[in-house]
T-cell receptor
Framework: DGGITQSPKYLFRKEGQNVTLSCEQN?????MYWYRQDPGQGLRLIYY???????QKGDIAEGYSVSREKKESFPLTVTSAQKNPTAFYLC????????????FGEGSRLTVL | AQTVTQSQPEMSVQEAETVTLSCTYD???????LFWYKQPPSRQMILVIR??????QNATENRFSVNFQKAAKSFSLKISDSQLGDAAMYFC???????????FGKGTKLSVKP
């Protein structure tokens, strides 16, 4: 089944703990993106990677870290430095040739208790 | 910097009626695409419609159509014959130059009344 898979769908963690969200794709895309969604805020870019072993900060990268060791994987770590980590996190890959269209995973809901 | 503004946080429509969601944007690009995404309660982001800026003809996908005014940088979404399944958050988006990501508006929550 081709596409993009995010896991886990729901995650609960205690304050101060690091959490890693998984994003895997099997469509052989070079680029991958992480967004955060809060109520009333739309989607905001956290990090993106346009090629293996390289990634760039987005608009709200503070308190997050990523890696891109394999083309198919782009995990996001929410660190204890993120002041308000409770949110919905979406991973995306390009769809369409050069249009800018993105195809999204189903998302991960992180709740910090 | 590119921006996307959706001025209607919430909208409501009667089933079978027509509703229009507004979006304005700012970009320095001359050739670009514009997008409307739907996010139902499942929270899966689904592409509703795309518009190529160099095409004067407004895009249409079944009951969904856009009113694209390039000079005014306006990109509204019209939903005809609204159905209960159209209830969702709707986001307008424009590509960010050089990065491949999309910049999103804050969304419009659409309710459909039976």
């Amino acid at each position: 089944d081709g596409g993009i898979t995010q896991s886990p769908k729901y995650l609960f963690r205690k304050e101060g703990q690091n959490v890693t969200l998984s994003c895997e794709q099997n469509l052989n895309h070079d680029a991958m993106y992480w967004y955060r969604q809060d109520p009333g805020q739309g989607l905001r870019l956290i990090y993106y990677s346009q090629i293996v072993n390289d990634f760039q900060k987005g608009d709200i990268a503070e308190g997050y870290s990523v890696s891109r060791e394999k083309k198919e994987s782009f995990p996001l770590t929410v660190t204890s430095a993120q002041k308000n980590p409770t949110a919905f996190y979406l991973c995306a890959i390009p769809q369409g040739r050069g249009t800018g269209e993105l195809f999204f995973g189903e998302g991960s809901r992180l709740t910090v208790l | 910097a590119q921006t996307v503004t959706q001025s209607q946080p919430e909208m409501s429509v009667q089933e079978a009626e027509t509703v229009t969601l507004s979006c304005t944007y700012d970009t320095s690009e001359s050739d670009y695409y514009l997008f409307w995404y739907k996010q139902p309660p499942s929270r899966q982001m689904i592409l509703v419609i795309r518009q190529e800026a160099y095409k004067q003809q407004n895009a249409t996908e079944n009951r969904f159509s856009v009113n694209f005014q390039k000079a005014a940088k306006s990109f509204s979404l019209k939903i005809s014959d609204s159905q209960l399944g159209d209830a969702a958050m709707y986001f307008c988006a424009v590509p960010e130059r050089g990065q491949g990501n999309l910049i999103f508006g804050k969304g419009t929550k659409l309710s459909v009344k039976p």
